[in-house]
């Protein structure tokens, strides 16, 4: 599951809505409604975050986080280390490779970490 799906399963649930009334309210199939929940779908596009937003009537800043969520999704990520040093490739395919052995609190670890190492730039 991704964030953004996460979030709209929350969303939903708190409506007491369907995916199927949901689907069918914003345009899509409840197939699609249901990838996206379970992180089998990209992000969705500005028109359809709009749609969710209108359809769950939220306010302009919790549509804004749900934007920023939706950005934050993408289930296929692709890290470009072309011109960097040979470590940082490295890093990345050993994270590809073993991201999904890696305990709720680690990944939670290196979030913070690169959160820290963000804030000193």
Do not use: C
Not at 54 to 61: C, K, L, P, R, V
Not at 86 to 110: F, H, M, Q
Request: glycine share 6%; no cysteine.
């Amino acid at each position: 599951m991704t964030p953004f799906g996460l979030a709209l399963r929350r969303l939903r649930e708190r409506k007491g809505v369907s995916q199927k009334d949901m689907a069918a309210a914003l345009g899509v199939s409840p197939a699609y409604l249901s990838a996206l929940e379970h992180g089998r779908r990209g992000r969705p596009n500005f028109d359809f975050l709009q749609r969710v937003a209108g359809y769950f009537n939220i306010i302009w800043d919790e549509a804004e986080e749900l934007f920023l969520i939706a950005d934050a999704s993408d289930p296929r990520v692709v890290v470009d280390t072309s011109g960097m040093p040979a470590e940082y490739t490295a890093l990345a395919n050993e994270l590809a490779r073993k991201i999904r052995l890696l305990s709720p609190d680690v990944v939670k670890d290196l979030r913070n970490l690169l959160e820290g190492a963000e804030k000193s730039l």
